[in-house]
């Protein structure tokens, strides 16, 4: 049996005296859809820049790939696999949407060791992420020319051009309209099949529910729920959670 | 688009043209003085853009990193009888070894923070100047020139020539920079940290790079001051001018390309040695501040972003 990718056992994590996460205890198997939901505030995306490497947990683990990557930066978590997107999209203003997608490969891919994409091998490959997303016609454009949904599809073409073992998708959907989310869990599923696994954070139910296999819930930096997603929704803590008592 | 090597050869042909052109073209002597301030800018303008307008990070402490390459000149020159291009080179290691240190004491710091570190550096850089008797201390110290310059020409036209070939070196060491996985690395660092690490960008690494870089090309820049000014004092070494200057250059030229640098510091420099000669230096400051002034209003990414822009409209 296959381990799993990802294995996080007691994570806390605390700004003062503010408790954001508190012994977390999660299990990501590989080629997993994973859904994470919960209400504002109640600590998801404080996990993902926990697993990440953009906030330094304070207690527990985290195992990724059969690796410990506790204190370790950001960038070698990338280099690992673990790539993720930000919920307000953060390209890079100044460049192009190529210029975009070549920064991970040239610093991800290619630090790998054994792998030197050559210049032209990492023109084509930005290309075809472009293509992918359907981005291919703006790929010489700088960011601020692309709509709110071209923008969310740069983000995950970015995280996906590192060639990542897991994604982190946090809150890609935010914002968008019914027919603009369909277009991100497409290319959501095409990456799942490709290989990757995800987590979704999401405040969408819909997309949520249709995308995950396994849901898990948070609530005030606690998990409460961890299941199949129709069983995990129909549990009364969820449930307290989402609609009060 | 012009390959590295290429440009470095094409740049060095250019660089010889124009020291010959100008050597056998110019006789009065002025013009050479007035040419080695205006490529001293290039570089320190050019320098500082590596830091502050690659990564995005504002450095004001320009003027301490210039004094060090400066004073580091006059140890050498008192403890030995080194040629000055050796004196550029120590001038600049000593510089970068500041840079590299600066780095790592201040680049968690962002924005506002980082600005206000540097210019502290500057002020205890000059402070242990002033305090330091051997190079002459708040009082300042003299530096007799070589009566014979080690080419043709007079002293000040040998300063030139090696003004003119660090200006050659640190354009090229910026546009390879440019064009290089460092320099995406760098833009990535300036547009968001964070995506930048997320990308794979080891952020910290990088910009300790451009720290010592910059550092380094600002101290060879300082290193033949003394033999340039005869004079050395603390007040005028440390000016502010020079970190003003190095600063509002890049940012009328524009930060985001190599040539946006030598585009201000040419347009900066000539004017302010136009003032010179013609109303009083006095004036200097006053017309870089209305300059930056002007071109924040008017083209906040500089000549290069607005003919960038114009170009760009002209296509779509």
């Known amino acids: 049996m296959v381990g799993p990718i990802l294995e996080v056992t007691g994570l806390g994590k605390r700004f003062g005296g503010f408790v954001a996460l508190q012994n977390i205890n999660v299990s990501v198997a590989p080629g997993e859809r994973l859904g994470l939901i919960g209400p504002n505030g109640s600590g998801k995306s404080t996990l993902v820049n926990c697993l990440s490497g953009a906030l330094h947990h304070d207690s527990g683990g985290i195992v990724f790939n059969g690796r410990r990557i506790d204190g370790m930066p950001a960038y070698q978590r990338t280099r690992l696999g673990l790539a993720r997107s930000f919920q307000l999209p953060k390209p890079f203003r100044s460049l192009n949407l190529l210029d975009n997608l070549r920064i991970p490969l040239l610093y991800t891919v290619n630090a790998r060791h054994g792998a030197h994409l050559s210049g032209a091998e990492i023109d084509e490959r930005c290309r075809a992420l472009l293509a992918d997303v359907g981005l291919i016609d703006k790929a010489r454009r700088l960011p601020r020319d692309l709509t709110q949904v071209e923008m969310r599809k740069l983000e995950l073409a970015r995280a996906v051009a590192s060639a990542p073992r897991l994604l982190f998708a946090d809150e890609a959907m935010a914002g968008l309209s019914p027919s603009e989310v369909e277009e991100i869990l497409v290319v959501l599923f095409r990456l799942n099949e490709q290989g990757i696994t995800i987590v979704l954070i999401e405040h969408i139910m819909r997309a949520v529910m249709s995308f995950s296999t396994r849901l898990v819930v948070l609530v005030a930096g606690q998990k409460i729920a961890d299941g199949a997603p129709q069983e995990a929704i129909r549990n009364p803590e969820v449930e307290r959670a989402y609609l009060g008592e | ?316």
């Open chain 2, 1 to 316: 688009m012009m390959s590295t090597v290429k440009f470095w050869i094409a740049s060095f042909v250019v660089s010889i043209a124009f020291l010959v052109l100008t050597r056998w073209l110019i006789t009065n002597e002025y013009y050479f003085f007035a040419g080695y301030q205006v490529l001293q800018f290039i570089v320190l303008a050019t320098a500082w853009n590596i830091l502050g307008g690659y990564t995005g990070y504002t450095n004001f402490g320009t003027g301490a990193f210039f004094a060090v390459g400066a004073y580091s000149a006059v140890v050498l020159h008192k403890l030995t009888s080194l040629p000055v291009p050796v004196m550029m080179l120590v001038g600049g290691i000593m510089s970068g070894i500041i840079g590299f240190g600066m780095g790592y004491l201040t680049l968690r710091l962002k924005g506002v923070f980082f600005a206000i570190a540097t210019l502290a550096l500057a002020i205890v850089a000059q402070t242990l100047i002033v305090n330091w008797d051997y190079v002459g201390g708040s009082r300042g110290i003299y530096v007799i020139r070589p009566q014979h310059a080690p080419i043709s020409g007079s002293y000040i036209q040998y300063l030139y020539s090696l003004m003119l070939a660090l200006t050659w070196v640190s354009v090229a060491v910026a546009r390879t920079i440019e064009r290089s996985t460092l320099g995406l690395g760098f833009n990535a660092i300036r547009d968001d940290e964070l995506a930048a690490e997320a990308g794979g960008v080891p952020t910290l690494r990088l910009k300790l790079i451009a720290t010592t870089l910059s550092g380094a090309l600002m101290g060879m820049s300082g290193a033949p001051l003394p033999y340039y000014v005869t004079y050395l004092d603390p007040a005028s070494s440390f000016n502010l001018s020079y970190a003003v200057n190095s600063v509002a250059m890049p940012m009328i030229g524009g930060m985001t390309s190599w040539i946006g640098p030598i585009v201000g510091a040419v347009l900066l420099g000539t004017i302010q040695q136009l003032a010179t000669v013609t109303i009083s230096s006095a004036l200097n400051l006053l017309i870089v501040g209305v300059l930056l002034i002007l071109f924040v209003v008017i083209a906040p990414n500089g000549v290069v972003g607005l003919m960038q822009s114009r170009w760009r409209a002209r296509i779509r």
